[in-house]
C-alpha cells in the first residue's frame, strides 16, 4: 500500500534513519505521485518547526529527525512554563479563579492562536467544500471519530481500556474483562455525546444549554444524577495542583455564561475551538467531568464547518495535565497551544488514511439530507414507476448542483431498490407508511425502477 502523502510520511521516514540522509535517497522512498517541490516545502515546514534539522547546501544537503522529537512538542517557551507546574506543590502558591481574564478577551480582536498558526491549522484541516452540510465531514469518518475520540479523550482521564477494546465496546457493546465498569460508562457516555455533537450539527449552537447537555451525556451514571448537567453546587480541589475554583453556584452560572456568549462571537474556528478547550477547563463548571466536556465542546466549530475534529491524539498524559496545570495556576495557554497544534496535525492525517481506505462516496454524504427528503415524499405520496422516476428528476433539478447530478439520482435509486424495514431510520416515515407504498406497487416488489 502506498504512503499516505504527508509531512508525516516524511517523518515517519526520517525515523527509521540513524543519520543524515540526502534529499534524493528521501525522494526514492515517497509516494511518487508527490512533487519534489512539495517534499521540499514539507522540509522546510518540518525545519521551521523544530521536528528536522538540515545540513549542507544544494545537492550537499541532508536531513534528519531531531533525536529529541518525542520530547519536542513543547516550545522552549513552554517547557519553562511546564517546569513551574511541575515543581513540588508546597513551592507553588495558591492561586483562584481570575475573573479578569475572561474579562480582558475581546473576541475577534484577542487570540490566543497566532494568525500563522490559525492559517496552518485551516490548511490542514479543511476537508469539505463551503456550500455542504454542517457535520458532512464528520459523517465521512463517524465510526473512526467515536473510537478515537473517545478512547483519546477517556485515556486522558486515566481510562485503562486499549484502543482496540475501546473499539469493540463502541461497535459491538463487548466490554473488556477486568475493566472497571465505571471505564465502561465513561467510554460509551463518549459515543453518546460525539452522536449528539454528529447528528446535531446543523442545529446546535455554542451556548450554556449546549455545555450543559454535553456534561449530561458525558457524566450520566458517574456522579449524582441531581449534579449531571447541572453546575455544582459546592467547592472542589484539584488533585497536585495549587488552584481553587469558584465555589458559589450564581457565578459558576454567571461566569459559564460569558464563556459561551464570547465563545459565540468567535469567528475563526479554531480560536473558537480552543478558547472553549481553555475556559471550559479553567472554570470547572461542574462537580466532575469538566475536562472531558471542555475537550467534545472544543470540537463543536470543527464539525459544524467540516474541519478535521480534535481527536487529541498521540497527546501523553502526563504533558496534557502539565498543560492544564499552565491554565489553572499561570494562566498561560502556551503549552496547551503546543499539544493543540502537534495532535490536530497527527489527527488530519490519521483521518486522511482512514478516508483513503474507506473509499468515500463523497456525494453521497453531501446530499444525505437531500437524498432522503426525496425518498420520504416518495413514501408519503405513494409515487411509483415513472412518476417516482420523474419526482427525483424534478427536486434533482432544483436540490443537486449539476455536476453532482448523475451520481445523486445514482444513489437516490439505489436506496429505493433497496428500501427496508431496517432502513427507515431517518427517513422520517413509519414501519405502516412504507408497507402501504410497498404493497401498492403495480409489481408488488419494493420500489422497482423503471428501465
Excluded at 465521512?140 to 477494546?165: A, H, K, M, P, V
Aim: hydrophobic share 35%; net charge positive; aromatic share 10%.
Amino acid at each position: 500500500m502506498k504512503p499516505t502523502s504527508s509531512k508525516l510520511t516524511v517523518l515517519d521516514l526520517l525515523k527509521k534513519e540513524t543519520d543524515f540522509i540526502s534529499l534524493s535517497i528521501l525522494l526514492s522512498k515517497m509516494d511518487h505521485s508527490v512533487s519534489d517541490r512539495t517534499i521540499r516545502r514539507w522540509l522546510d515546514e518540518l525545519i521551521k518547526e523544530g521536528f528536522v534539522e538540515k545540513k549542507g547546501q544544494k545537492k550537499a544537503t541532508k536531513y534528519r529527525i531531531l533525536a529529541q522529537l518525542p520530547d519536542n512538542i513543547f516550545s522552549r517557551e513552554s517547557q519553562l512554563i511546564i517546569a513551574k507546574v511541575r515543581a513540588p506543590i508546597q513551592k507553588r502558591l495558591p492561586t483562584a479563579y481570575e475573573p479578569g481574564w475572561i474579562a480582558s478577551y475581546v473576541p475577534n480582536k484577542t487570540f490566543y492562536i497566532p494568525k500563522k498558526d490559525r492559517v496552518y491549522l485551516k490548511s490542514q484541516g479543511r476537508r469539505s467544500k463551503n456550500h455542504d452540510p454542517a457535520g458532512t465531514y464528520a459523517h465521512q469518518i463517524y465510526n473512526r471519530l467515536l473510537i478515537d475520540l473517545s478512547y483519546n479523550s477517556s485515556r486522558l482521564e486515566g481510562n485503562t481500556y486499549s484502543l482496540l477494546d475501546t473499539q469493540k465496546l463502541i461497535l459491538e457493546g463487548a466490554g473488556a474483562e477486568g475493566k472497571l465498569n465505571e471505564e465502561k460508562i465513561m467510554i460509551l457516555n463518549h459515543k453518546e455525546a460525539i452522536r449528539y455533537l454528529v447528528d446535531q450539527a446543523a442545529k446546535i449552537q455554542i451556548s450554556s444549554e449546549t455545555i450543559y447537555t454535553l456534561h449530561f451525556l458525558l457524566s450520566d451514571g458517574l456522579v449524582d444524577q441531581h449534579l449531571s448537567g447541572v453546575v455544582r453546587d459546592c467547592g472542589v480541589r484539584i488533585g497536585s495542583s495549587a488552584y481553587m475554583p469558584y465555589e458559589n453556584p450564581k457565578d459558576l452560572k454567571s461566569m459559564l455564561n460569558q464563556i459561551t456568549k464570547k465563545a459565540f462571537l468567535i469567528e475563526d474556528p479554531f480560536e473558537q475551538s480552543f478558547f472553549l478547550l481553555v475556559h471550559l477547563s479553567y472554570l470547572q463548571p461542574f462537580i466532575d467531568v469538566n475536562k472531558r466536556t471542555a475537550r467534545l465542546s472544543a470540537n463543536i466549530p470543527l464539525i459544524k464547518q467540516n474541519f478535521v475534529p480534535l481527536s487529541f491524539n498521540d497527546i501523553d498524559k502526563d504533558d496534557y495535565i502539565s498543560a492544564i496545570l499552565a491554565i489553572y495556576e499561570l494562566q498561560n495557554v502556551r503549552p496547551l497551544l503546543d499539544l493543540y497544534l502537534f495532535s490536530y496535525t497527527r489527527t488530519c492525517a490519521s483521518y486522511d488514511s482512514t478516508v483513503k481506505n474507506m473509499g468515500f462516496n463523497e456525494i453521497r454524504v453531501r446530499y444525505r439530507t437531500q437524498r432522503r427528503e426525496i425518498i420520504r415524499e416518495i413514501i408519503l405520496q405513494n409515487l411509483h414507476g415513472h412518476k417516482m422516476k420523474h419526482y427525483i428528476e424534478k427536486q434533482t433539478l432544483r436540490l443537486v448542483k449539476l455536476e453532482d447530478r448523475t451520481a445523486f439520482i445514482e444513489d437516490t435509486l439505489f436506496d429505493i431498490q433497496e428500501l427496508a424495514s431496517h432502513r427507515l431510520v431517518g427517513l422520517g416515515v413509519t414501519e405502516d407508511e412504507f408497507k402501504l407504498w410497498k404493497k401498492s406497487s403495480p409489481s408488488n416488489r419494493r420500489g422497482k425502477i423503471p428501465q
